[in-house]
């Protein structure tokens, strides 16, 4: 009952957050200095008044900037996120068709962070104020400090093309097709369409852009995993379980990383931000076609239309994902009080 | 039991992790198997295609979309280089032009059929040419002077314009497409040639993803940017076509675009500036094609006093055009790969000569300053934007930057995103901007007319205006005599050289990796390939 | 423990003996020693960059385009032959200064907001929360790549941004100073005996709030310089010819079988990045062992 009262008021502030979301978004994007016509319309056809007319009318450009906005909230409510400039298609459409590429380089990346980066953790936080503590805290420093586009750019010139190791940028071999669009997740698409050669494709071009990716949050996570278990190896169960002579492994093994694992898994999920702000810049190195390098090329061609699909969905999904871990950590772990 | 617990909790990251590293071994291992009959069949072309918004014939004006509309829809004549200047037929085999200059009529090839398997007649004519002009979209313009269509039979097309334009065979050899497409096919997806079809035509969804033209190849899909994909039309007319399938896959960099040609994971790659053409000469797994382009790279410079007090002199102006140093450019920045004409016109056109071209000049530059009240120089904003026809745009600024200070202009460089920089330009409020241009068909007049003439392209962008070479652009365009014609469109170019509203820098060659296998890459100089020409 | 006059001495936590501090304090000190020496150095050279530079950072020499290090140039040449260390160099007198003045606006902004609607609570307190929410809601980067696209590009507008999606974290920590500050027994029993509120927050809120704030106000200068860099990477942020790192990466990545266009300003980036971290961490261990960020 109290949980569910608690849903049920995180939920309303979801909602106002949500409106603040768009309501930033919108303005932020209507700064737009420019013409919008003058960047759609080329010389000849901006000459003639009645082709202007037609696609002032079809953007809705003659409205005043309140009436423009209820407009767009209602049509965001039914799912309409207008019409791209640059692509002249609905931006939803643009959005479902780059969305999964994203989402299979975020889990990646996330799967690779944390193989890396729980292990890295748990090592320092055991070897505590040794040279695998510093190593590992050097190790996280540099991953942070690392601007990613710069990483992804260094990992192609090395690992593409001086090692050949990998494949180059893109989610497949150039001359493959890509699998017909079920899920849009070129690994289960290939799968489904029984294409081993697409399939095997697909994971290796996945590799280099998850690992960068990956490295970048590698840091956060290890950072996350020493310092809840070394809270832990310091609290008075442990410190009892130490006094009755128990072998450090045990200790570690038993009594403290279960517990260390929930804040782990929490930051695991709060992660997703900085992942959908690394693959921004990973996307545009990699040439992946997800939403980040969807946006890029949204903002540099001042198609606020898509600017705004893009900010508001990934807003949209930060929120989602906060309420859902907020909402699992005050299940799995009777000492968070539901307030 | 605890210790089974600490175990699994203990290990299971690192398990993982074996599995993880496992997968990435067996990927990287896995021997790469190319899909033999379909990967000799198949054509890859890899191109920056992240202009294409469209391919619905009546809309596209876009770069890249020249190439797949103009294997897709053939036109009724056409151009093929060396001799850009000859106009040949294509789907029409014979044309007649009344004495007066406005009325054409076109004898059709017979027996062509489009990729649906209809009949190629007059009526597809009509209807094309009539669609494009009332979608009123980018396009539009270029047959906006038709005034009507007569069927005249199944093979017969009259097409009457409402005043005489010499340059209309050029616009019917495309560029900028002007394809015949099938009527039938495209009404049964909600097409139509009516008047009001900027309103009602709801074909473009279908012709965005599919074709139905009459040329070498069928557009089967298109993924904005990721792909495009082709394949051989069944009925064409000419020689069977080579290949079964051609993918352009999107890939933004040059340099990327090399390495996967250089892995033969690509046939062709279209992106190559001059230094990766230096960087892969000799390279045995490439083979680099070049062609001149009808691009050009030029200075727009505006004459309005509100806009600039210093420009708006012709003294200036002229010290502008000597102070730059348009060899260094050609040949350092461009690695010599451009050629430059006097003026706005390209080379290999009509009345087209390079003994006009201006020679840098510091001294005069500089005489020309303190004559203009300038001794000690002044100073100007000069715009440019990156996606400048495949030239290294913001080292070309730098660099006349770097000019300009030698005679003491300072020039404030002002980088702005294309199309940012094309609305501030458009609305003649740009003082000084580096832009380029790309022929919408070959022949002087359109170049005469977006250059020239008052009120033209760029003349209004510019704020300038003059009468004499907006009176010999119109007798040009009339003048069916070629070597009169030539002299009018010298004269034309006279004019330039001296008022100065824009500078020529460069007219940029083109540059084409291509797999030593595969054959018949002829750069041309509007579509860019003739996709029906290429074999392995 | 005597009173709030120690903020150190008094959130040492109970648990920790000090055999246990010991070593990490002086481990902090490596790592502030560390950070102060990278910083420091890059500072110097920010400076004196006229004096350090071979060449100034906008001569170009176009036929010495794309030169491999060399004597001459030790970091080579880029696409229109500058000199890449003396652009490096330079681009110092940029890139520390922004990232410096733009935390430092964030920071202020973001505290006083959050102080206001600790100290106001209620109503004002969940609209100043639910804005902090709703700008916390985006990815930064996508934030600040649609303020200055709509901006229009240039380091201002990006400078701009980057305050703008930067305050809100301040403004979460401030308030959270002045909550746990506003309900101690001291502070109620001041307030009991006739202290304004308000004096006795100031005392002991500005004392106790400064040292975090510090330490993430010194971590956050390196990820505005990042975010910055980012910006010039896609085009938005400062314009060449400047000699900005980000933009000299993006410059190397057209052409990036030349690496040292884009290597040496990542090295830059990277450098003095880590440089700012390690203060960060040192300030971090030295100010307040409890209240490590990780």
Redesign the interface.
């Known amino acids: 009952m109290r949980l569910l009262r608690y849903l049920g008021r995180r939920l309303a502030l979801a909602v106002v957050s949500l409106f603040g979301i768009v309501l930033v978004a919108f303005l932020v994007a209507h700064m737009v200095p420019a013409d919008p016509l003058a960047i759609v319309l080329s010389d000849q056809a901006t000459k003639d008044p009645s082709i202007r007319a037609a696609y002032v009318k079809r953007w809705g450009l003659d409205r005043s900037l309140p009436e423009q906005f209820g407009h767009y909230l209602l049509n965001v409510l039914r799912g309409d996120l207008g019409e791209s400039f640059t692509t002249r298609r609905p931006v939803l459409r643009d959005l479902a068709q780059h969305l999964p590429a994203t989402i299979e380089l975020s889990l990646a990346a996330l799967a690779f962070s944390v193989v890396i980066g729980v292990p890295l953790g748990i090592f320092a936080a055991v070897r505590h104020n040794r040279v695998p503590d510093h190593a590992a805290r050097v190790i996280s420093l540099v991953g942070a400090a690392s601007p990613i586009f710069w990483t992804g750019l260094l990992a192609l010139y090395l690992f593409y093309y001086r090692l050949n190791w990998f494949p180059g940028p893109g989610r497949l071999e150039p001359y493959l097709q890509y699998p017909l669009p079920v899920t849009g997740f070129i690994l289960l698409d290939s799968l489904l369409a029984g294409n081993a050669e697409t399939f095997r494709s697909g994971l290796r071009h996945l590799l280099l852009p998850g690992m960068v990716l990956g490295w970048f949050i590698m840091g956060i996570i290890a950072r996350t995993t020493r310092a809840a278990l070394l809270e832990i190896l310091s609290a008075d169960y442990v410190r009892t379980a130490r006094s009755k002579g128990l072998g450090e492994r045990t200790v570690v093994g038993s009594h403290a990383l279960r517990n260390a694992l929930i804040p782990v898994v929490t930051v695991t999920g709060l992660a997703f931000a900085s992942v959908m702000s690394g693959a921004v810049l990973t996307e545009t190195v990699f040439a992946w076609p997800g939403i980040g390098r969807y946006a890029v090329t949204a903002s540099t061609h001042l198609d606020y239309p898509a600017i705004l699909g893009v900010t508001i969905l990934t807003a949209v999904i930060y929120v989602i994902v906060n309420l859902v871990v907020d909402t699992l950590y005050g299940v799995l772990d009777p000492r968070i009080r539901v307030e | 039991m605890r210790q089974f617990r600490f175990a699994r909790s203990y290990t299971r990251p690192l398990s993982l992790a074996a599995v993880v590293l496992a997968v990435l071994a067996v990927a990287g291992v896995w021997p790469e198997t190319v899909g033999g009959q379909s990967r000799e069949e198949t054509l890859v072309i890899a191109r920056d295609i992240d202009d294409v918004v469209t391919n619905d014939p009546s809309r596209t004006f876009e770069w890249t979309s020249q190439i797949p509309t103009h294997a897709a829809y053939d036109t009724l004549l056409q151009i093929e280089p060396p001799d850009i200047a000859q106009i040949r037929p294509k789907l029409a085999t014979k044309w007649e032009i009344s004495p007066e200059g406005t009325t054409y009529t076109f004898q059709l090839r017979p027996g062509v059929k489009f990729s649906s398997g209809n009949p190629l007649t007059a009526q597809d004519v009509k209807f094309s040419l009539l669609r494009l002009k009332n979608m009123k979209d980018n396009p539009s313009f270029l047959v906006g002077d038709i005034k009507e269509i007569v069927v005249v039979s199944d093979t017969t097309v009259k097409i009457v314009l409402t005043a005489p334009n010499a340059s209309f065979l050029g616009i019917l050899a495309g560029g900028v497409t002007t394809g015949v497409i099938d009527s039938k096919t495209v009404m049964a997806h909600g097409g139509t040639d009516a008047e009001n079809a900027k309103d009602v035509d709801k074909a473009t969804e279908w012709l965005n993803q599919n074709s139905v033209g009459s040329g070498p190849y069928v557009l089967r899909g298109w993924t904005k940017n990721v792909e495009l994909v082709m394949e051989r039309n069944p009925h064409y007319w000419g020689p069977r076509p080579k290949f079964a399938r051609i993918v352009f896959r999107h890939v933004k960099s040059g340099s990327t675009q090399r390495e996967m040609l250089e892995r033969g994971d690509v046939d062709i790659a279209m992106d190559f500036d001059p230094d990766l053409a230096a960087k892969v000469k000799g390279n045995p797994k490439i083979k680099v094609v070049e062609g001149l382009t009808s691009n050009q790279i030029y200075m727009g410079l505006n004459v309005s006093p509100e806009i600039s007090k210093e420009l708006s002199d012709k003294r200036v102006r002229q010290a502008i055009a000597y102070a730059i140093d348009y060899d260094g450019i050609i040949q350092g920045l461009m690695r010599g790969a451009a050629d430059r004409p006097p003026g706005m016109i390209p080379l290999g056109l009509l009345g087209v000569d390079k003994a006009m071209n201006r020679k840098q000049d510091v001294n005069k530059a500089k005489a020309l300053l303190k004559e203009a009240g300038y001794p000690g120089g002044f100073t100007v904003r000069f715009t440019y934007y990156e996606g400048l026809l495949g030239t290294p745009a913001e080292a070309i600024a730098a660099k006349i930057q770097s000019d300009l200070a030698a005679v003491g202009i300072r020039a404030t460089l002002d980088r702005k995103e294309r199309t940012v920089a094309w609305s501030e330009y458009r609305s003649s409020k740009s003082v000084m901007i580096l832009s380029g241009w790309s022929p919408d068909y070959l022949d002087p007049d359109p170049y005469a007319d977006a250059y020239y003439k008052a009120g033209g392209v760029v003349p209004k962008r510019v704020n300038w205006e003059n009468s004499r070479a907006t009176e010999l652009t119109l007798m040009a365009r009339k003048e069916q005599d070629p070597k009169k014609r030539a002299a009018f469109y010298r004269d034309i170019q006279q004019i330039g050289l001296d008022e100065v509203p824009h500078i020529m820098l460069l007219q940029p060659k083109n540059f084409v990796g291509v797999a030593p296998a595969i054959k018949g890459y002829v750069i041309h100089p509007i579509w860019f390939v003739g996709l029906e020409h290429l074999s392995r | 423990m005597a009173g709030g006059a120690h903020p150190i001495a008094e959130t040492a936590?109970v648990?920790?003996s000090v055999a246990v501090l010991q070593?990490?304090r002086r481990?902090a000190n490596q790592a502030l020693i560390i950070g102060a020496f990278i910083v420091g150095t890059w500072s110097v050279v920010a400076l004196a960059a006229p004096l350090l530079a071979p060449r100034t950072p906008?001569a170009?020499d176009?036929?010495k385009?794309?030169e491999p290090p060399s004597s001459t140039h030790p970091m080579g040449t880029d696409?229109?032959?500058r000199d890449i260390l003396s652009r490096i160099f330079h681009g110092a007198r940029i890139t520390i200064p922004t990232a410096v003045g733009v935390i430092l606006v964030a920071s202020v902004s973001g505290c006083a907001v959050g102080a206001v609607a600790g100290y106001a609570g209620g109503r004002l307190d969940e609209v100043l929360m639910?804005?902090v929410?709703?700008?916390l809601?985006?990815?930064?980067?996508?934030?600040a790549?649609?303020?200055?696209?709509?901006?229009?590009?240039g380091l201002r507008h990006a400078m701009l941004a980057i305050v703008l999606v930067s305050w809100p974290e301040f403004s979460r920590l401030m308030r959270g100073q002045v909550l746990s500050v506003k309900h101690n027994d001291y502070v109620i029993a001041a307030q009991a005996l006739g202290v304004p509120a308000r004096r006795v927050l100031w005392a002991h809120v500005l004392p106790n709030a400064f040292p975090p704030v510090l330490v993430k106000a010194t971590l956050d200068i390196?990820n505005a310089i990042?975010l910055t860099?980012?910006l010039s990477?896609?085009?938005?942020g400062a314009?060449?010819?400047e000699p900005e790192w980000?933009a000299m990466?993006a410059?190397?990545?057209?052409?990036?079988?030349y690496?040292w266009v884009?290597?040496f300003?990542?090295l830059a980036?990277?450098s003095v990045?880590?440089g700012f971290?390690?203060l960060g961490?040192g300030l971090q261990d030295l100010l307040n062992p409890r209240l490590?960020?990780?």
């Open positions: 936590p648990g920790v070593p990490r481990r906008l170009l176009v036929m385009r794309l696409e229109v032959g639910r804005v929410d709703v700008v809601a985006f990815p930064p980067i996508l934030l790549m649609a303020i200055t696209a709509a901006l229009g590009p390196g990042i860099a980012a990477f896609i085009g938005l314009i060449p010819p980000g990466i410059a190397g990545q057209a052409k990036f079988e690496w884009a290597t300003p990542g980036i990277l990045v880590l971290n390690f961490d490590r960020r990780d």
